[in-house]
């Protein structure tokens, strides 16, 4: 049966919140997802003044501002002296955006915030526990097939479908759309704490801290209850199986090396990722789109994947609308490719990278050269604004407007 709708196979924060601009320009969305539920895992936390200025587009900023916590500064430190040695203040932002500040608010918690505002919409559906096993794009329609845990499939047609189904995703590989890039050798360990370090060392809601050793972030996030939770990530250097990494003792020496003072505190939940840094060969094939991380993974420093993952979205949304309404031809589409694939190279890859090679700079003369020059940006007013234009996607986004 023909379905002239939009499929998106993925109802993580970029296929739900493209579903949601797709819906509000009246445009019928069939959403599939592997999962019955939105998984809680830590992951995305910081939402930065360009997304909240195109969230507030589709009425969701409201909302993330109300369960979110605003970060106005973030700060650099040496783990040896504790010497932070650079912090940004987003308040440099203002006029720039509506929103000069991050928000630190789950990934979860955003998913839940556009799933309810798309429960207005009668023409949008979002089956859950139906993964998406293949894709056929080589007619005038696009066909998909589903699984449920039963084993039961079924056949899908629409107009287009975009593949929003992260990292690994069938819809890039259905196409045979290659994922180029590295895996970083480390993994990343991610814990979650109530200890309170801003009332113990006056950190900010987010902060990384420089070692050749041991590099580490503290992040803030409103938790569980909102009453507030705290976020380190480690990197992960030898190959000790799963179950030693994530065992007390072995994040209690983490503790003990970055933060001794928090080393008792309670373990509320622990991750462990492989990480990696990759940009499809194409953001489209035909009928067929990608968006978010089925499109670029990267590192989580910097908090850029959710963030320019929800930039693509937005910008494929916006471009289905007009060629809905018939403003535009589907050449369109090539448009959202050249805008959105070269830039995810050139702020979101090179960003994280940069990020990581600072933190963890080995050579002790090296490691101060890069932290004297963060200093130094941090201390020039033109430099600062510059730079957070860039940490916070702002110079990104113009950047992919320009382009024709
Ligand atoms: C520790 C950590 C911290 C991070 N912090 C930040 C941050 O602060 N800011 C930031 O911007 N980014 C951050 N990121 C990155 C961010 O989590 C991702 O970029 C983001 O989740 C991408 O969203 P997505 O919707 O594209 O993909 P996902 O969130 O991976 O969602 C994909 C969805 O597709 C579903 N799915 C998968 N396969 C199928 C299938 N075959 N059929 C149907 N459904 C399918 C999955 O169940 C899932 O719901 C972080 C990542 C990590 C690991």
Redesign the pocket.
């Known amino acids: 049966m023909l379905h002239d709708r939009v499929i998106i196979?993925?109802?993580?924060?970029?296929?739900s919140i493209t579903a949601l601009a797709l819906s509000q320009q009246g445009i019928p969305v069939t959403q599939?997802?592997?999962?019955r539920e939105?998984?809680t895992a830590?992951?995305?936390?910081?939402?930065h003044s360009s997304t909240l200025d195109l969230l507030d587009s589709i009425g969701m900023t409201p909302a993330v501002l109300a369960q979110g916590l605003k970060a106005q500064f973030f700060q650099y430190r040496y783990r040896e002296t504790n010497e932070v040695f650079a912090e940004f203040d987003f308040a440099r932002l203002a006029g720039e955006t509506n929103h000069p500040y991050a928000v630190q608010l789950e990934?979860h918690k955003t998913v839940a915030i556009a799933q309810d505002m798309l429960r207005a919409f009668p023409d949008f559906v979002l089956h859950r526990e139906?993964?998406?096993?293949a894709v056929d794009n080589s007619t005038d329609q696009v066909r998909v097939v589903t699984e449920t845990p039963d084993g039961t499939q079924r056949d899908w047609t629409g107009r287009y479908v975009i593949g929003?189904?992260?990292?690994?995703?069938?819809v890039r590989k259905s196409q045979g759309i290659e994922f180029p890039g590295f895996t970083w050798e480390e993994r990343?360990m991610?814990v979650a704490t109530l200890f309170d370090f801003e009332k113990a060392d006056n950190y900010r809601y987010r902060n990384y801290i420089a070692d050749p050793e041991q590099w580490c972030s503290v992040f803030k996030i409103p938790g569980p209850d909102g009453a507030g939770m705290w976020r380190n990530?480690f990197p992960v250097t030898d190959d000790a199986p799963e179950e030693v990494v994530t065992s007390d003792d072995w994040i209690r020496a983490r503790y003990d090396y970055c933060f001794p003072y928090a080393r008792s505190t309670a373990i509320v939940h622990r991750?462990l990722?492989t990480v990696h840094q990759r940009v499809a060969s194409s953001f489209r094939k035909g009928r067929v789109m990608l968006?978010?991380?089925?499109a670029h993974?990267n590192n989580?420093l910097g908090?850029?994947?959710?963030?320019?993952?929800i930039a693509d979205g937005l910008n494929l949304a916006e471009k289905i609308g007009k060629v809905w309404r018939g403003e535009a031809d589907e050449s369109i589409f090539d448009r959202y490719d050249r805008q959105r694939r070269p830039l995810a190279q050139k702020y979101v890859q090179a960003q994280s990278i940069q990020n990581k090679e600072t933190l963890q700079a080995k050579d002790k003369s090296a490691a101060h050269a890069r932290f004297e020059e963060l200093r130094r940006t941090a201390e020039d007013p033109a430099k600062h604004k510059a730079f957070l234009m860039n940490s916070s996607l702002i110079s990104m986004a113009r950047e992919a407007a320009a382009i024709a």
């Not at 830590?42 to 939402?47: D, F, G, P, V």
């Open positions: 196979a993925g109802a993580g924060p970029v296929g599939f997802d592997t999962e939105t998984p830590h992951r995305a936390a910081t939402t990934q139906h993964r998406v096993t929003c189904d992260g990292g690994r995703s069938t990343f991610i990530l991750n990722y968006a978010g991380d089925s993974i989580p908090g850029m994947g959710m963030n320019s993952g």
